[in-house]
């Protein structure tokens, strides 16, 4: 590794304890907690309704709803499961395909496969970090044909397209309204993973907002949190409707009886978690604010140091979840994650690309040339709103 790397790297590791004025372990994301949190959680626990029902879930979810322009909202235990109902709204079926993109978090997939449908993978674009709409029409000229039931096929392995799920990476909006497009060209349902970036809008409309349903993540790392925790959105009625129906267990209304007339999940969030996520929403505008403060100054910082700073794309506001610049090449990014991870700065890669993960090398993928330049230098830095003073909870 070159001085100048080394050098970069220590300056790095200053600069990052300069904002956070810590010399202690400064994670990658952890939560913040104040008054109005423990009085919210503390009023769930007076009123005897912590589970799945009581007004705490209902105010959640009509937060969301006010926040993000959706007309419904759904509350879930966590992200993963809303993408699992979501996919399922979307009428994903076993021995389908949903197209998405091989940067992403695992959860992505996992879902599509909980439907025991198959994951297919297109590029990402270097603007945005999300799903590339040119990839993924290229693909679908490429492999696919609409036939006379109206479905999208894939000529390659017979079966159905039935969905894309693009995801904004690091809480940046991908471009939402081409990949919407490319989808109803093709007669795809579009189901948007949203679930890091809430409070980020494309075009004046928030993520998750283009596609026929969309989830968001209320995990312990997330810009806010419930402690576990998902959302699904949608302006359908009759989805909402069905998506309240399956994630309570598919349990049908009688005063006594026990009568479930589907397979059903027991995905619903507790009211406990609920409440918390009430207060949270309350601190979300100066969350954002806080965060898009750190990341003009990381910015700043990192653009003189002849590296790249990933910006927010044209078009797009987004809530910098998580902070990211990009390393000169993959050598210069492994020193920099050993370095600054060994003095008690939390930095991480991205993903490793699903299509080289065990579980998904068999599915089939477009040329990936973007997804590999991006993966090999991208390294996530501390974005925890300052300063950091709560308890630890940073994994993604």
Aim: with cysteine; charged share 20%; aromatic share 8%.
């Amino acid at each position: 590794m070159t001085q100048e790397s080394g050098r970069f790297a220590q300056a790095l590791v200053g600069a990052i304890r300069t904002l956070y004025t810590t010399d202690t372990f400064i994670p990658l994301h952890e939560p913040r907690f104040g008054p109005r949190d423990s009085e919210h959680v503390l009023a769930a626990l007076e009123s005897g309704f912590v589970s799945s029902v009581g007004r705490h879930v209902d105010d959640f979810e009509a937060a969301l709803c006010d926040f993000t322009g959706a007309r419904f909202a759904v509350a879930t235990v966590n992200g993963t499961a809303a993408l699992h109902v979501a996919l399922l709204l979307g009428g994903v079926r076993a021995d389908e395909e949903v197209i998405t993109q091989s940067i992403t978090f695992v959860a992505t997939c996992n879902a599509i496969r909980y439907c025991g449908a198959h994951p297919v993978f297109v590029d990402i674009e270097r603007a945005t970090l999300g799903l590339s709409p040119e990839s993924l029409a290229a693909f679908l000229n490429d492999h696919a044909e609409i036939r006379d039931d109206g479905l999208c096929w894939n000529r390659d392995t017979g079966r159905v397209i039935r969905a894309c799920v693009p995801m904004h990476t690091c809480g940046h909006p991908a471009r939402s309204d081409r990949v919407a497009q490319v989808c109803a060209d093709w007669n795809l349902v579009l189901v948007e993973d949203a679930a890091e970036s809430l409070g980020s809008f494309y075009q004046g409309r928030h993520t998750g907002r283009y596609g026929q349903v969309a989830v968001l993540s209320f995990n312990g790392n997330k810009i806010i949190t419930t402690g576990g925790g998902g959302m699904i959105l949608t302006d359908d009625e009759a989805l909402a409707q069905r998506a309240r129906h399956l994630t309570t267990t598919a349990k049908q209304p009688h005063p006594y009886r026990f009568l479930h007339d589907e397979v059903g999940f027991n995905y619903r969030l507790p009211a406990i978690n609920a409440a918390l996520g009430c207060a949270q929403m309350e601190a979300l505008p100066d969350y954002l604010t806080q965060k898009r403060e750190l990341a003009n100054g990381y910015a700043r910082w990192i653009e003189g140091t002849d590296r790249v700073f990933v910006r927010e794309p044209a078009g797009a506001v987004s809530n910098y979840w998580l902070n990211a610049f990009l390393a000169r090449n993959a050598e210069e990014r492994d020193f920099i994650l050993e370095y600054t991870n060994a003095r008690g700065v939390m930095t991480r890669p991205l993903w490793t690309p699903m299509h080289e993960l065990a579980p998904y090398r068999g599915c089939q993928r477009a040329d990936l040339p973007n997804s590999a330049w991006v993966e090999a230098r991208l390294v996530k830095i501390p974005s925890s709103v300052p300063p950091v003073e709560s308890s630890r909870d940073s994994r993604r």
